[in-house]
């Protein structure tokens, strides 16, 4: 089991420790979660639709970056780990690393373009891969089939199993933004497509180029030693916690 001292956090959450005014209460949850990962190998499963289209859909946002910004960015599996942190980034590059987000639909897709909530976590990937610089690419990609049929079967529940077919197109035109694969799942959707056709016929089709958009970070001494600071900091909250 190790000391409180030698917490070791991992790089995805770290946002959570950089509150404006210290560690905060959101800090003090995640140095209790991240204690709890460290001495007992357990951890808080975290389930949603929008961080399983995430993972589902990682390789085809990988390939709309690689298309679109003319990259040849591949899966990277190597995990990292020192004094502080532990992680392993999406895309590992001679002089950078990058992390690729699948965005839920077009809202979503936009809106992160308000905040950065992935800095610190890309600041902590390049201290781990002595990288001098970093870039958080946003992807909007087409929801898998199953998850569309999943969304329809969810939405029908509130209509006793028979959900109307204009509420059936507007999911099914929220979660795609290719003409070619919208095309292709009308044919299987479970809507009478001629109730519809109105609908069907103003699909907006969103180009690849459009279906992207990034953040770049520039490795930085002054906040990574904000960053480490923070980490003594949790882990202080943890001994007094626990030890006292």
């Known amino acids: 089991r190790p000391i409180m001292s030698e917490l070791i956090f991992r790089c995805h959450p770290l946002g959570e420790l950089m509150g404006a005014r210290g560690l905060g209460i959101t800090g003090q949850k995640r140095a209790i979660k991240t204690y709890i990962e460290n001495t007992d190998n357990r951890y808080k499963e975290v389930k949603s639709k929008y961080l399983e289209k995430g993972i589902l859909n990682e390789t085809n946002a990988i390939e709309l970056v690689n298309e679109v910004l003319k990259t040849n ?5 190597q995990r990292l780990t020192n004094e502080y942190l532990t992680g392993e980034c999406d895309v590992l590059e001679p002089n950078e690393i990058a992390d690729v987000k699948c965005s839920w639909d077009r809202f979503t897709f936009e809106e992160s373009r308000l905040a950065e909530s992935y800095e610190w976590q890309l600041r902590g990937y390049m201290e781990l891969y002595d990288k001098p610089k970093s ?5 909007l990609t087409d ?5 569309i049929l999943k969304e329809l079967e969810r939405a029908s529940y509130n209509y006793n199993n028979d959900l109307p077919d204009f509420i059936g197109i507007r999911i099914i035109i929220n979660m795609i933004f290719d003409q ?11 809507i009478d497509r001629d109730a519809v056709q109105k ?8 180009p690849k180029e459009k279906r992207i958009h990034q ?5 930085d001494p002054i906040k990574t030693k904000l960053l480490y ?3 003594d900091e949790a882990r202080q909250f943890i001994k007094t916690t626990y030890e006292s």
């Open 73 to 77: 960015f591949s899966k990277n599996d």
């Open 135 to 139: 870039r958080v690419i946003y992807c």
């Open 143 to 147: 929801a898998p089939d199953h998850m």
């Open 180 to 190: 070619d694969n919208f095309n292709r799942f009308l044919e299987m959707a479970p």
């Open 199 to 206: 609908q069907i016929n103003s699909f907006v089709h969103i």
């Open 215 to 219: 953040v770049e970070f520039t490795r």
């Open 229 to 231: 600071s923070r980490i």
